[in-house]
């Protein structure tokens, strides 16, 4: 057996050197919080779809490179049309995430600044280093118009750094690491290594299902329409999962059932190939629609499907 050769001096100077801290992904609903997450941890731990609102829990997404772990935190967009108590609960969200955090993406689509992407401006706290990922960059044809809507921006608010990126092109993220880097602070790290999110299976599993039923019903349904895993088991590499669609009304179910169930089994079909990758092995899923009138209507009830 080999003794280590390493003094403690030095292995006290290489745990200084680590860093690792919370990074708050911020922005209104729709500029691509969720892709960006995905995209900078490599897995899809966050779902993604055209619908605003499609977030609504905090979702943490994992990524640990070296000496450094990257702990990002996607945030449902900020909610400024309806103050019904589900919008309540996903802005105190985000309020509460971005006092908490060690370092803040505010995440605008590129060319377009809205009232909206003003509120959220408006909310970031001056005592946290603020990046301005400007996303979507790609799609603009006129690169040099960048440049003057980067400045516009800049001049309201006192950014730390402004990186323009494609999360769906994967663009300019190697970047943005780099300059999130230089921001986070001396800390061990707080998961694994191999950690990429802190939620559970059966949780992402809910949402694999959700993303499905939004990305195939579309504008349709309303997005207070959600998910529950009746049952989660595991025997081996083989995962059971039974799940149900919670819907307000018998047209949504309907809906999410389609002619002859062929919606619901496009649904079921997406869902279960998504969770055996994520999952890393073969998924069993079963899926119901039920519909739950009332579920919605006050704050007891959200948290009570699981809303933070």
């Not at 790609?138 to 516009?152: G, I, S, T, W």
Request: with cysteine; proline share 4%; aromatic share 8%.
């Amino acid at each position: 057996m080999t003794e280590s050769t390493a003094s403690p001096d030095s292995a006290s100077e290489s745990a200084s050197d680590y860093r690792c801290g919370y990074i708050a992904i911020v922005g209104r609903p729709n500029v691509g919080k969720s892709t960006l997450m995905n995209a900078l941890i490599g897995a899809k731990v966050s779902i993604t779809s055209r619908k605003a609102q499609t977030t609504r829990h905090r979702i943490t997404g994992i990524q640990t490179i070296e000496n450094t772990q990257f702990v990002y935190v996607d945030t449902p967009g900020f909610q400024t049309r309806h103050s019904n108590a589900l919008n309540k609960t996903l802005n105190r969200t985000v309020t509460n995430t971005l006092t908490a955090s060690d370092v803040i993406l505010y995440v605008v689509e590129a060319g377009t600044f809205t009232d909206a992407d003003k509120q959220v401006m408006d909310l970031l706290p001056k005592n946290v280093p603020v990046i301005l990922v400007i996303n979507k960059s790609d799609r603009v044809k006129d690169k040099a118009a960048l440049m003057p809507f980067a400045q516009k921006l800049a001049a309201q608010h006192d950014f730390t750094a402004v990186v323009p990126v494609s999360a769906q092109q994967r663009f300019q993220l190697d970047g943005l690491q780099q300059e999130i880097t230089k921001l986070l602070p001396h800390n061990p790290p707080m998961f694994d290594e191999d950690d990429i999110t802190d939620r559970s299976e059966k949780f992402l599993a809910s949402e694999i299902v959700r993303e499905k039923v939004f990305r195939f019903v579309g504008d349709e349904l309303p997005y207070t329409s959600t998910v529950l895993i009746e049952k989660f088991e595991q025997e081996g590499d083989l995962r059971r999962v039974f799940a149900a669609i919670l819907v307000e009304r018998d047209t949504h179910k309907a809906m999410v059932i389609g002619n002859k169930g062929a919606r619901l089994k496009e649904i079921s079909t997406q869902a279960r190939l998504d969770m055996e990758r994520l999952f890393g092995g073969p998924v069993y899923l079963e899926i119901w629609v039920k519909v739950k009138s009332g579920w919605a209507d006050n704050e007891a009830g959200l948290r009570a499907y699981g809303y933070e």
